[in-house]
């Protein structure tokens, strides 16, 4: 027999913040990197480019929960797919099929066939580490059971064991050690602090003929020329780099690498994690480079946050059922029906409208602003974008050096949301990405109006001109 429930218990809209924060500090762990900042902000609800905050006061999002959300918060056309499918088909398991995910999927590998000239199959998962994480296994069945990748310096993949082997820095592993062969990590052509004296594109050839080095000799530890193999499987990249601070490259710079791969028998997993979905103003931010992968790996925004769902895109022969059986690899929730439902409208819609053209003219004027910015604000290192992934490099008053303090200061400034422009208080919420952790990656929602993207430059301003004035 079920125990009563206890009566008088507060209902959860009636505790107060303080208590909400006495309760988090006793009950939920600071490992999922809410603690960044001393005292998190409490959200209430949120709508196209802004969140609101307990009070009703509005910040605008330059990040979108981490590019999840490109097409603004609470999205009408998406929200309503949502509820559709919650009153249809809300769950079902994987082993069964439904109608959304068949046609996703179609959708998926007919878009990829024309782009790239191949065939190739749709694997669904939850998360963006698992989508990774299935890669490799797709990677590692297709090669003979190769376990060692090569990733960039500055790349992100994930928090999962296999996800962050491939990602360069040490402290997703430190605490946890090792499942797997940790990736061998080479030079991205990260020109704002490369080598003085080379253009974009020269230091593009340099990195690319230092990882041919690579495979001159036996000696250099990656091909063995008697055998014509490489020990390595794969080569996991980021077009433009994430984490690593929107770090974009020179357009010359993956067919070099492409022709390297191919030539020594090795793949390319293109990472579209955060930049695809149309934040580059491509499906795929790999279009602007002119390669072909031979994997695609997806998630975030293509369910505009809305319903966890990523997944990957691979070549059939890599994926094909021969190669690639029913029970290769698994998740319960893998081609969940929201999730399905919400990203075949995402894509419906994205075949609707030009979203192409409206990102890069967006982009564009944002560029433009954030250019201006510099101009006014000595510390301001370095500003660079593509479509609407964009960056700016803090730095000390050199212009060169790293001042992650001062960022840290003005991500927490922006939260005080007591900055007013035309009379109106604002918020402004801001990521923290690069190397050294000193660059602003601007993600703002693919939806954000022209207005919008004016009002985040003179919030900007303002708080350049504070952090100027410390």
């Known amino acids: 027999m079920t125990k009563p429930l206890k009566k008088n ?52 999002d330059l990040q979108m929960w981490y590019s999840a959300v490109n097409f603004g918060y ?23 099929l439904h109608r959304e995910k068949v046609e996703l999927a179609t959708r998926i590998a007919e878009d990829a066939e024309q782009k790239f000239g191949m065939k190739g199959r749709v694997h669904f998962n939850v998360g963006g580490s698992q989508a990774i994480e299935d890669s490799l296994k797709l ?15 500055g790349g992100y993949h994930g928090r999962t064991l296999g996800a962050s082997a491939i990602t360069s820095s040490y402290r997703y592993r430190r605490r946890y050690g090792h499942f797997s062969d940790r990736a061998q990590f080479i030079e991205f052509p990260y020109h704002f602090r490369g080598p003085k004296g080379m253009t974009k ?22 091909w063995d020329p008697k055998a014509g193999k490489a020990e390595y499987a794969a080569f996991y990249v980021e077009p433009i780099q994430g984490t690593g601070g ?8 993956f067919t070099g690498l492409k022709k390297i791969l191919d030539q020594y028998g090795i793949l390319m ?34 369910t505009n946050g809305l319903n966890p769902l990523s997944g990957l895109w691979a070549r059939e022969e890599m994926i094909n059922p021969k190669i690639f059986p029913p029970g290769s690899t698994h998740s319960t929730f893998a081609s969940n029906p929201m999730g399905t439902a919400v990203a075949l409208e995402t894509m419906k819609m994205l075949e609707e409208e030009d ?23 000595t510390i301001i290192g370095d500003v660079d974008g593509l479509g609407l992934a964009l960056r700016i490099e803090v730095c000390k008053n050199d212009g060169f050096t790293p001042d992650k303090a001062m960022l840290d200061w003005m991500t927490d400034e922006g939260m005080k949301a007591d900055m007013k422009v035309d009379g109106k208080t604002s918020g402004l919420v801001l990521d923290v990405g690069g190397y050294y952790k000193n660059v602003i990656t601007l993600a703002p929602a693919l939806t954000i109006s022209n207005a919008e993207i004016d009002l985040a430059l003179r919030l900007l301003d303002e708080l350049f001109t504070r952090a100027m004035k410390r």
């Open 201 to 222: 594109e020269e230091y593009g050839d340099y990195c690319i003929q230092k990882f041919a080095r690579l495979f001159e000799t036996e000696y250099n530890g990656v």
């Open 139 to 153: 990677v590692r069945n297709y090669t003979g059971g190769k376990s060692l990748m090569f990733a960039f310096e």
């Open 269 to 302: 997993v293109v990472d579209e994690i955060q930049m695809g979905i149309y934040r580059t103003g491509k499906l795929w931010s790999i279009e602007h480079f002119g390669v072909k992968p031979d994997i695609i790996v997806f998630g975030k925004a293509i």
């Open 246 to 253: 929107y770090v974009i490259p020179p357009k010359n710079f």
């Open 355 to 377: 979203y192409e053209a409206m990102v890069m003219q967006k982009g564009a004027r944002f560029l433009d602003g954030i250019r201006e910015l510099k101009k006014r604000h």
């Open 74 to 96: 609470r999205n009408p056309r998406l929200n309503e797919a949502a509820k559709r499918q919650l009153d249809v088909l809300p769950q079902v398991a994987s082993q069964y």
């Open 9 to 60: 218990l507060p209902t959860p809209n009636s505790f107060s913040e303080t208590e909400l924060r006495q309760m988090e500090e006793k009950y939920c762990s600071h490992g999922d990197t809410v603690h960044y900042t001393e005292d998190p902000k409490f959200f209430q609800t949120c709508e196209g480019s802004f969140l609101y905050d307990t009070k009703g006061t509005p910040f605008l």
